[in-house]
């Protein structure tokens, strides 16, 4: 049996705000479509409960 691979994603607070609320969006209209939702709760769960992790971004600028 294989293992699934994770994947780690680098977001900020703003993408995580704007991912969050895309994904309560699109949860609001399976409810309304009389859908499933537990895909998108799953991922609600997910992101919700990642652990976040400070650090600091260099960023290099070769326009010189």
Same mark, same amino acid.
């Given at each position: ?16 705000? /704007?991912?969050?609320?895309?994904? %309560?969006?699109?949860?609001?209209? !399976?409810? &309304?479509?009389? *859908? ?6 799953? /991922?609600?769960?997910?992101?919700? %409960?990642?652990?976040?992790?400070? !650090?600091? &971004?260099?960023? *290099?600028?070769?326009?010189?």
């Amino acid at each position: 049996r294989r293992m699934k691979p994770n994947y780690y994603l680098t977001i900020d607070t703003a993408e995580r705000r /704007l991912i969050i609320g895309g994904l %309560n969006n699109l949860q609001s209209r !399976f409810i &309304a479509a009389g *859908q499933f939702t537990d895909v998108v709760d799953e /991922l609600l769960l997910k992101l919700v %409960n990642a652990k976040v992790e400070k !650090f600091r &971004a260099f960023i *290099q600028d070769d326009r010189r």
